[in-house]
Structures are given as structure tokens and as C-alpha cells.
């Protein structure tokens, strides 16, 4: 027990401690944890911890943190209250380091918010740190959070053959009540992740599915298939890349929609500049006679 006010702040400087390094530890393991919808569709975890549970932690830390710094400002009230007043009385001096430490604090924000060198270097950092994970295409779900719908509903977004996905399934012995079990649970009981599951099925589409070679999409056929898949993060040479698409055409059929764009740029500014979403933006590379609606 703590018996004493000397106790009390001991405690809570041990737990400021703690807590700046269970932030610091949990903060670098979200910044290089794969994008939700990859960790989610592969079960990702580290040290045994899933990313939700390593953001639950990070949350709770940042609040412990700033719970045991009022705290801390609590129990040493009367020797800052008695700092402040010799700084008043003394003529509070405005120092070449406050006003540097003021500036670039404010150039890290307007910077963050803008995205803009050298802060959108971390973000940058971040995208292809996160991006190095996804070292197949299989790695990507095919529509965000798809490991949460039943198996019914991941037929009918995907274009799957139904009775088929349910018969090769139950061939290769995974075991689950019937197609409204979710790709999670469906996983869980078979121990696999969703894209081991969904990897079992994905090429039984139903007939007529696939669109021919050279046949064009359409906006709603794009909005169906590439909607949360993390289209914003992409450069737009990454996705050309990623689609077989080449990387000329994509900025051609941008610039004649009004929109220009550099290869290294992400979809996510380029759609936020034009007041659009990233689909949009693909929608204009995919479907030729798409036009932005501003």
C-alpha cells in the first residue's frame, strides 16, 4: 500500500516510465504492422498479439500517460506554480529556442496536414514498410474486411460459384455448419487464416464472370471490385503495375479528365486535390469514357 504523498509520486513516475515504453514499442509496431485489411486477412500477428490487440494497448498506454502526467503536474503544483512566478516577476524571457522549438512544431503540423517534404517522408516510409508485407497478390483481400462476411456473401461479391466453393471446400476437409459461416470463423475452426481459405476457392468463378481480354470495365464493376482494397496508399505507378496496365495510358486518361499526376504520387492526395476518391480516380484509368463528376 501507499502510504505516503513520496509514494504516491514515486508510483507515478514508474508508470510514466512504463508507459513511454510500452508507446514506444507499441508505436513502432504500427507503424511497420501491415494495412488492417492484409493483417486481418492473414492473421497477423507479433509476439503472440494480433494489431488489435497492439493498437488496444497503444490506446490504453497513451491514456495511462497522460493520466500520470496531470497527475505528475498534481503532485508538483506548488514547486512549478513557484517556477512560473520567478519566470513572470523576472520578465519571462523569449529565447531564440522557444521560438525555433514554436516554429517547427507548427511546420510539423501544417506539414502533417498537408503532406508535404519532409514530413510525408515518414508517411511514405510508412506506406512501403507496410507494403512490403504484401508479397503476393494473394496477400490482398479481395475486398476490405472480407474475413468478417459468410461465405455466401463472399460468392456473391466475388462472383464465386456458391455450390461449387461449398462442394471443394467440404472435399478438402474444412469443416463448417454451412455458407452463412463467416470466412473467420470458417478459418478459426480449420486453424488456417481467410486467404488460405478463400485461396481454396477463388478460381471457381461462375461463367461469364471474368470479362474478356481487352473488354472494359464498368464504373459499377470497378466500384464492386476494387472498393476497400487500399486504393488511397497506392502510388499510381504501383497500381499500374499491380493491374498490368501501362503506366502512360493511365496518365493519359488522367490528364484528358483534368487531372495530373505524378508516377511516385499516392491516389489518396491526387483524389483529395480534385475533391474525389481514389475509386474515382481508378475509375478514370479503367473506364475510358468515366468522367469526374465536380
Known sequence: MISSKQGARSL?????????LVLTVSGIVLYIVPQGRVAYWVDWSLLGLEKTHWANVHMMFGGVFIAMGILHLYFNWKPFKKYLAARVSGHLEV????????????????????????VSWVFD????????????????????????????????????????????????GIKFQDASDSIKSIAVAN????????????????????PVAGEELTAEQVEERF??????SKS???????????????????????????????????????????IDILKVILVDSYRLAR
Open 12 to 20: 507515478t513516475a514508474f508508470i510514466v516510465t512504463w508507459s513511454f
Open 95 to 118: 529565447t531564440r529556442e522557444l521560438v525555433a522549438s514554436v516554429v517547427i512544431s507548427l511546420l510539423i503540423i501544417v506539414g502533417a496536414i498537408a503532406d508535404i517534404p519532409p
Open 125 to 172: 516510409l510508412n506506406e512501403k514498410v507496410k507494403a512490403a508485407w504484401v508479397t503476393s497478390p494473394q496477400y490482398e483481400p479481395p475486398f476490405g474486411h472480407a474475413e468478417e462476411v459468410s461465405l455466401k456473401t463472399l460468392a456473391k461479391r466475388t462472383d464465386l460459384d456458391l455450390p461449387a466453393a461449398v462442394q471443394t471446400l467440404r472435399a478438402q
Open 191 to 210: 486453424n488456417m487464416n481467410p486467404m488460405q481459405v478463400y485461396a481454396l476457392i477463388s478460381d471457381l468463378k461462375k461463367p461469364g464472370s471474368e
Open 227 to 232: 472498393s476497400g482494397t487500399g486504393l488511397g
Open 236 to 278: 499510381l505507378a504501383d497500381l499500374c503495375q499491380s493491374l498490368n496496365l501501362e503506366l502512360s495510358l493511365a496518365q493519359a486518361r488522367l490528364q484528358r479528365a483534368g487531372v495530373t499526376a505524378q508516377p511516385e504520387e499516392r491516389l489518396r492526395p491526387i483524389a483529395d486535390r480534385y475533391q474525389v476518391s481514389p
